[in-house]
């Protein structure tokens, strides 16, 4: 009889640390930062949110320290910089709580943050996400700005991998010809299409990757810039053609705004956002899946990861009439 009256006592400890609107799992209750965060999201004004974020910060610094240094050795960032992590793990948190945490009506929890356990591992996650975004992007590790960076970035990774596979098999540096036959041989006998992932390589591009001033003058003289890039002249009528695709997805979207009879739970996913995200990249020939539409839209709901697939089935039929006379040509 005292040990259920100690626990029923601890249960309502534990449940007065959070909201007094809490919804969260009562299964949760006790996991790390969860009380802190049911409170964060509660907040009603900004002034509120921000006062308990900084208090959350401080409370748990030694934790948080300790899930930098993991995203720190994980994303192979320098130990000794730690202003840089702490600032993508700013950013994972602050997405966290306005896309995924919140409740998107107004203050308080979502269905995924009511049934979240380990809320260091998910932000420890998240961190480590935007780090690889960012990097991919070319906006770490000094290429910021280049012409093909990310591209080249996860090329040349690849290249010192071959470099160092045919140093161990042979027992001497290779050749230039001779490493890119082999890493070639390499990607072809493990990629599905390495073409078309870029990962390809010739002995010209074995050279290393540089922004050069336009003011510089000894830019003439640059023998790697001997090749002139021709202008793209469709590139004006493919974007055209693209904002008219658009045009058309903001033209559904209010449609089936106005044919809506009742008020969706969820924020509903707009075919013009999904439209804007897969044509992004259209002018290098990149168009992302359907995963990474979802993962860049921030959609967590599966009624809007579906809701997504078949949108992009129907900006697909949009753009093939839109370009039908493109692939008639061919």
Request: glycine residues 6%; contains cysteine.
């Amino acid at each position: 009889m005292t040990a259920l009256v100690l626990e029923t006592t601890a249960r309502l400890r534990r449940r007065t640390d959070h909201h007094r609107r809490c919804e969260c799992d009562r299964d949760t209750l006790e996991t790390p930062w969860k009380a802190e965060m049911c409170q964060i999201l509660h907040a009603r004004t900004r002034a509120e949110k921000r006062s308990l974020l900084d208090e959350f910060l401080f409370r748990y610094e030694r934790e948080i320290s300790r899930v930098l240094k993991r995203a720190q050795h994980i994303s192979h960032l320098d130990y000794r910089d730690k202003d840089v992590v702490f600032s993508y793990f700013g950013d994972a948190l602050m997405k966290m709580v306005d896309r995924r945490w919140r409740e998107k009506s107004g203050p308080g929890t979502s269905g995924v943050f009511n049934y979240s356990r380990n809320l260091p591992t998910i932000l420890e996650a998240e961190t480590r996400y935007w780090i690889r975004e960012d990097r991919r992007k070319g906006l770490l590790d000094g290429t910021a700005g280049v012409p093909g960076d990310s591209s080249h970035d996860r090329r040349a990774k690849l290249v010192g991998k071959s470099r160092q596979l045919f140093e161990t098999e042979h027992a001497r540096a290779p050749s230039d010809t001779e490493l890119v036959d082999f890493h070639n041989a390499r990607m072809h006998a493990t990629r599905k299409d390495p073409r078309r992932q870029s990962v390809l390589i010739t002995i010209k591009g074995l050279g290393s990757l540089r922004s050069i001033p336009l003011e510089d003058p000894s830019l003439f003289g640059e023998h790697r810039l001997a090749c002139r890039d021709a202008p793209d002249e469709g590139a004006h009528e493919r974007h055209r053609r693209i904002q008219s695709i658009v045009g058309e997805c903001v033209r559904r979207d209010e449609q089936r705004e106005d044919w809506r009879i009742r008020a969706l739970k969820r924020e509903p996913v707009l075919m013009a956002d999904v439209a804007r995200v897969f044509f992004a990249g259209h002018g290098d020939g990149e168009f992302p899946t359907r995963t990474e539409l979802v993962e860049e839209l921030g959609i967590t709901e599966p009624a809007g990861r579906r809701e997504v697939g078949s949108q992009l089935n129907e900006i697909i039929t949009i753009a093939r009439r839109t370009f039908a006379d493109y692939r008639n040509t061919r």
